[in-house]
């Protein structure tokens, strides 16, 4: 019998426009002779599922399910699409597990510490996972602009320190314009991140579950057009996005060895896709998005290619591995 799975896409972040191409991409891949797909749209002032025509049907929150034809419809799984919040912030994840309803993401717990980028890098720390020198700051904090310099130098990097997309982030190279890549920074979060510049190679690592284990992806270099991998590099074409990596065979056993360290000391599951500069042949991490871009350009699906795991075996395998996962009962 075919499961019913809702393709969750949308979100309340800036990132809403990217993450409904990733859920259509979804939608339009998995296999119809196994799944009954439903495109779910939840935006902050509405949840509704979205049919070929474009009618709506609103999302009932009590139990997730919708109503179509006077019948009421259930789901046997949630793909989540949804970049930011509150797909990507644990906010979802809770509802679901609360409702006892499998879905493709990792749980509440990992997805709000993977994307609090401070806390994340906080926690790993102690596992000798290396990162940039970085300052904290919260809205409403006095600015001491030597101090944060003294303490990251220039340039650096301000990014909000919950967004995805390179929302929020700007590269500084002089002090006179550290106020204003503050400012911001503060539009997308109310607490932001300020890291040094790590001057070497940069490179993407998707690590997934795949048929149970642990599977680290062919790495990707990232090459941008731009003076950073910001928005328009990471979606408008103004970078190279070069997989395999053009690495060195140490250089690649070391990032390779740190991502599934990392996957594995957050107790993640599904999807995810960390960061990394290389400084003096050492991977540093900068962060981990746990539900990475989906569409066929994006780079965790150029990585899959490269593995000979098409996007149907990719998405069926995310489906597969959450209905292992034991319901939550509480």
Not at 9 to 27: A, H, N, P, T
Not at 281 to 296: F, S, V
């Amino acid at each position: 019998m075919k499961k019913n799975i809702a393709i969750i896409m949308g979100g309340f972040s800036s990132e809403y426009e990217i993450s409904l191409k990733s859920g259509s991409v979804v939608y339009e891949t998995l296999d119809p002779s196994k799944y009954n797909g439903y495109c779910i749209h939840i935006f902050k002032d509405k949840w509704v599922y979205v049919d070929d025509d474009n009618a709506e049907f609103p999302i009932n929150k009590d139990d997730f399910s919708v109503c179509v034809a006077n019948r009421i419809i259930t789901f046997d799984c949630v793909f989540n699409a949804i970049h930011g919040s509150p797909g990507e912030d644990g906010f979802i994840q809770g509802y679901l597990d609360l409702l006892s309803i499998p879905h493709t993401s990792c749980s509440m717990y990992q997805a709000a510490l993977t994307f609090n980028k401070r806390d994340c890098l906080s926690t790993l720390k102690p596992y000798g996972i290396k990162t940039a020198d970085s300052f904290y700051l919260n809205e409403g904090d006095v600015v001491d602009e030597n101090l944060i310099i003294e303490k990251v130098g220039l340039p650096c990097f301000v990014k909000a320190n919950k967004a995805g997309s390179s929302f929020g982030v700007t590269k500084v190279h002089k002090k006179e314009d550290l106020q204003n890549a503050i400012d911001v920074a503060f539009k997308e979060d109310d607490e932001i991140i300020i890291e040094s510049f790590l001057d070497g190679t940069e490179v993407s690592v998707g690590v997934i579950t795949f048929k149970g284990e642990t599977k680290v992806l062919p790495i990707t270099e990232i090459v941008s057009d731009n003076d950073f991998f910001d928005y328009e590099a990471k979606y408008l074409g103004k970078s190279q996005e070069i997989t395999p990596a053009r690495l060195t065979k140490e250089q690649e056993d070391k990032v390779n060895a740190v991502a599934k360290k990392v996957y594995d000391v957050l107790k993640m599951k599904g999807f995810s896709r960390s960061e990394f500069i290389f400084k003096d042949d050492e991977p540093h991490m900068l962060e981990m998005n746990t539900i990475p871009g989906l569409t066929k350009e994006s780079i965790l699906p150029q990585q899959a290619a490269a593995a000979g795991i098409s996007l149907a075996e990719l998405f069926d395998n995310a489906i597969e591995e959450a209905l292992k996962k034991l319901p939550v009962n509480l």
